[in-house]
C-alpha cells in the first residue's frame, strides 16, 4: 500500500489509526520519489479540515441526546459512542433542567466517554460552572449560594448526585477540563457570546483557558476582571433596561436586563438587537447601542453557541454565527449543525430529530 493510501485511511478512518498508519507511511518514505509524494501528501494534511457535528445545550435529555447521535450516524462500542470520520462538539450545557427525566447520568457518561475516548470534544457552559460554585465553599461560604433560587435550577444533578460521592467529583473535576471555548480547524465555539476584548482578558489571566478552584472564585466574585467576562462570554452581553421595565426568562426569573444580539452586526438601535425577539422595551428601543456592545465581523471565522432558547425551525443568526440551543427542555429540539469546512453557513446543515 502506497503512502498516499495510508493518509486516505487515516483522514477518512479512525483518528488513532490514522496517525498509527501516517508514522508507517513515513518510514516507508526514504526513496526519492517516496519522499517527493510525501512531501505532497503533508501538504494535503495540512489544508485538511476534519468533519464536526456541533450539539447544543442537552441539559439532562439522555433519550434526546442518544436518538441524535443515531440519527447522525454514530454508533455505540464499549467505549462509547464514535464515527468513523466526524467528531462531536459539544456546547455545554449539560446539566440541570428535565428532573422528571431522570436522565442526568446518562447524558454525563455519554459526554464523558466520548471526550476520553477523543470521539468529542466540549466547552463549558453556564450550568456547569454555577454546579462548580454551587458545590465550592470560600471562607466558609458557597461560591454560588444555596438559595432556593439556585437549588431549583439544579434540582435535577442533585436529584440523581445527592450528597458526596466519588461519581459527583468525578463529574465536578470533569467540568475543570472543559475549556471556555475551542478555535479549531477554521471554526469557533463558545457557549454564549463570542467577545474579543474578554476572550483577550481570559488568555491573559488563564493561558489555559480553564478554570480552577482559584480562577473559579475570582469568575464568583463580582468586581473582579475575571468575573466579568466569564458573565459575558457564559452567559451573554447584557444591557440594564430603563427603570421599571423587566420580562421573565424561560426559567420563571424575572430580568431586568437584556441579552444583546451580538451577531446583528449592522443594527444601530437597541430594540433590534434585545432579547428575547420582540421584547417590549417602550421607548429605549429607539436609544443608540451600548458603546461597548460587541460585534463579531463578517470575516471572522464561522462561530456556534448554544444558551439563547430559540424556537422554531433552525437556521444560521448570520452567515458566520448560529445558535443551537433550541429548548430542548422546554419541548423543543436538540439540534446539531454538520460542518464541513464551509465559512458561510447554511441552513440544510442543521438537523434534529423531531420527538414530540
Same mark, same amino acid.
Given at each position: 500500500? =502506497?503512502?498516499?493510501?495510508?493518509?486516505?485511511?487515516?483522514?477518512?478512518?479512525?483518528?488513532?489509526? &490514522?496517525?498509527?498508519?501516517?508514522?508507517?507511511?513515513?518510514?516507508?518514505?526514504?526513496?526519492?520519489?517516496?519522499?517527493?509524494?510525501?512531501?505532497? @501528501?503533508?501538504?494535503?494534511?495540512?489544508? $485538511?479540515?476534519?468533519?464536526?457535528?456541533?450539539?447544543?445545550?442537552?441539559?439532562?435529555?439522555?433519550?434526546?441526546?442518544? +436518538?441524535?447521535l443515531?440519527?447522525?450516524?454514530?454508533n455505540?462500542? /464499549?467505549?462509547g459512542?464514535?464515527?468513523?470520520?466526524?467528531?462531536?462538539?459539544?456546547?455545554?450545557?449539560?446539566?440541570?433542567?428535565?428532573?422528571? !427525566?431522570?436522565?442526568h447520568?446518562?447524558?454525563?457518561?455519554i459526554?464523558?466517554?466520548?471526550? #476520553? %475516548? +477523543?470521539?468529542?470534544? /466540549?466547552?463549558?457552559?453556564n450550568?456547569?460552572? %454555577?454546579?462548580?460554585?454551587?458545590?465550592t465553599?470560600?471562607?466558609?461560604?458557597?461560591?454560588?449560594?444555596?438559595?432556593?433560587? %439556585?437549588?431549583?435550577?439544579?434540582?435535577?444533578?442533585?436529584?440523581e448526585?445527592?450528597?458526596?460521592?466519588?461519581?459527583? =467529583?468525578?463529574?465536578?473535576?470533569f467540568?475543570?477540563? !472543559?475549556?471556555?471555548?475551542?478555535?479549531?480547524?477554521?471554526?469557533?465555539?463558545?457557549?454564549?457570546?463570542?467577545?474579543?476584548?474578554?476572550?483577550s482578558?481570559?488568555?491573559?489571566?488563564?493561558?489555559?483557558?480553564?478554570?480552577?478552584?482559584?480562577?473559579?472564585?475570582?469568575a464568583? *466574585?463580582?468586581g473582579?476582571?475575571?468575573?466579568?467576562?466569564?458573565?459575558?462570554? @457564559?452567559?451573554?452581553?447584557?444591557?440594564?433596561?430603563?427603570?421599571?421595565?423587566?420580562?421573565?426568562?424561560?426559567?420563571?426569573?424575572?430580568?431586568t436586563?437584556?441579552?444583546?444580539?451580538?451577531?446583528?452586526?449592522?443594527?444601530?438601535?437597541?430594540?433590534?438587537?434585545?432579547?428575547?425577539?420582540?421584547?417590549?422595551?417602550?421607548?429605549?428601543?429607539?436609544?443608540? @447601542?451600548?458603546?461597548?456592545?460587541?460585534?463579531?465581523?463578517?470575516?471572522?471565522?464561522?462561530?456556534?453557541?448554544?444558551?439563547?432558547?430559540? +424556537? &422554531?425551525?433552525? /437556521?444560521?443568526?448570520?452567515d %458566520?454565527?448560529a445558535c443551537?440551543?433550541?429548548?430542548?427542555?422546554?419541548?423543543?429540539?436538540?439540534?446539531?449543525?454538520?460542518?464541513? &469546512?464551509?465559512?458561510?453557513?447554511e441552513?440544510? #446543515? $442543521?438537523?434534529?430529530?423531531? *420527538?414530540?
Amino acid at each position: 500500500m =502506497s503512502p498516499e493510501d495510508l493518509v486516505m485511511l487515516a483522514i477518512h478512518g479512525d483518528e488513532t489509526l &490514522g496517525q498509527h498508519l501516517i508514522g508507517i507511511a513515513e518510514a516507508t518514505s526514504q526513496s526519492e520519489k517516496g519522499k517527493k509524494e510525501w512531501a505532497k @501528501l503533508e501538504e494535503r494534511e495540512r489544508v $485538511f479540515i476534519k468533519k464536526y457535528d456541533i450539539i447544543g445545550d442537552i441539559h439532562g435529555h439522555g433519550g434526546e441526546l442518544v +436518538k441524535l447521535l443515531v440519527h447522525l450516524g454514530y454508533n455505540n462500542s /464499549a467505549d462509547g459512542y464514535y464515527h468513523k470520520s466526524r467528531k462531536v462538539i459539544f456546547l455545554g450545557d449539560f446539566i440541570d433542567r428535565g428532573k422528571e !427525566l431522570v436522565q442526568h447520568k446518562q447524558v454525563l457518561k455519554i459526554v464523558m466517554d466520548m471526550v #476520553k %475516548n +477523543k470521539n468529542a470534544l /466540549a466547552v463549558m457552559g453556564n450550568h456547569e460552572f %454555577n454546579a462548580l460554585a454551587y458545590h465550592t465553599k470560600h471562607n466558609g461560604r458557597y461560591l454560588r449560594p444555596h438559595t432556593k433560587k %439556585n437549588s431549583d435550577q439544579h434540582r435535577a444533578f442533585l436529584n440523581e448526585f445527592p450528597g458526596e460521592s466519588e461519581e459527583k =467529583s468525578a463529574i465536578l473535576d470533569f467540568f475543570y477540563t !472543559l475549556p471556555l471555548w475551542l478555535e479549531i480547524d477554521g471554526l469557533r465555539v463558545i457557549h454564549a457570546c463570542w467577545d474579543d476584548k474578554n476572550i483577550s482578558v481570559i488568555r491573559a489571566l488563564l493561558p489555559s483557558i480553564r478554570l480552577d478552584k482559584e480562577s473559579l472564585i475570582e469568575a464568583s *466574585t463580582k468586581g473582579t476582571k475575571t468575573y466579568q467576562a466569564i458573565e459575558v462570554l @457564559l452567559k451573554g452581553f447584557e444591557y440594564e433596561l430603563p427603570k421599571g421595565v423587566s420580562f421573565h426568562d424561560p426559567g420563571g426569573t424575572q430580568r431586568t436586563a437584556a441579552r444583546l444580539q451580538w451577531w446583528k452586526r449592522d443594527a444601530t438601535h437597541l430594540g433590534e438587537v434585545v432579547l428575547p425577539n420582540g421584547l417590549n422595551i417602550g421607548a429605549a428601543a429607539s436609544l443608540p @447601542l451600548p458603546k461597548d456592545t460587541p460585534v463579531y465581523g463578517k470575516n471572522e471565522p464561522p462561530c456556534f453557541v448554544g444558551h439563547y432558547w430559540l +424556537k &422554531g425551525e433552525p /437556521a444560521p443568526l448570520a452567515d %458566520n454565527v448560529a445558535c443551537l440551543d433550541y429548548s430542548v427542555a422546554k419541548h423543543g429540539k436538540l439540534v446539531a449543525y454538520r460542518w464541513d &469546512g464551509e465559512q458561510v453557513l447554511e441552513q440544510s #446543515k $442543521f438537523s434534529y430529530v423531531v *420527538t414530540h
